[in-house]
T-cell receptor
């Protein structure tokens, strides 16, 4: 399984943008970049995924480097409800999702 | 039909006992995954079903763990001779999968298993 590297923790303030980085230097051409997050005492939930182009949805944006060796999840205006562990995962086809340690995001009021 | 449903939400059992954990996936989802999560760790893959068959069981830690999905819907994770180290939150996820499709996985709330 291709590996991803994320900071263990990050902190931000409410109503400010948050940029969560992920390095995946061994990504293959068919790997999609997925982001999931896990709120306290909940199962993980899907946030966004992409292959090459930047992606936007109602939850977040995903910016993918041109060489695809890194990506950034962008929360445009963080709220307290965005406090969670964020996981960056590489996935090809219907393979299992392989979770790392993720980034624990703390939002300050 | 809401999301993925897991029962029970909590289970306390004695060391050496047998337990069954149930997962009701979202209706129509062909893929079903089991994970377990220890405190402070990311979810760890156990097994993946495509329909009724186990497409990937490489994450099952040993032969005390077994999972079935006889009709391609509900799945049961079975743990024999439980050990204290089996204590964890067991998560189930389902998704629509098929050739050329790539869709999000929906997770249940999990079953917290405590072996005493």
């Amino acid at each position: 399984d291709a590996k991803t590297t994320q900071p263990n923790s990050m902190e931000s303030n409410e109503e400010e943008p948050v940029h969560l980085p992920c390095n995946h230097s061994t990504i293959s051409g068919t790997d999609y970049i997925h982001w999931y997050r896990q709120l306290p005492s909940q199962g993980p939930e899907y946030v966004i995924h992409g292959l090459t182009s930047n992606v936007n949805n109602r939850m977040a944006s995903l910016a993918i480097a041109e060489d695809r060796k890194s990506s950034t999840l962008i929360l445009h205006r963080a709220t307290l409800r965005d406090a969670a562990v964020y996981y960056c995962i590489l996935r090809w086809g219907a393979q299992k999702l392989v979770f790392g340690q993720g980034t624990r995001l703390t939002i300050n009021p | 039909g809401a999301g993925v449903s897991q029962t029970p939400s909590n289970k306390v059992t004695e060391k050496g006992k047998y337990v069954e954990l149930r997962c009701d996936p979202i209706s129509g989802h062909t893929a079903l995954y089991w994970y377990r999560q220890s405190l402070g760790q990311g979810p760890e893959f156990l097994i993946y079903f495509q329909g009724t068959g186990a497409a990937d069981d490489s994450g099952l830690p040993n032969d005390r763990f077994f999972a079935v999905r006889p009709e391609g819907s509900v799945s049961t994770l079975k743990i024999q001779r439980t050990e204290r180290g089996d204590s964890a939150v067991y998560l189930c996820a389902s998704s629509l999968e098929g050739a050329g499709r790539l869709t999000e996985a929906f997770f249940g709330q999990g079953t917290r298993l405590t072996v005493v």
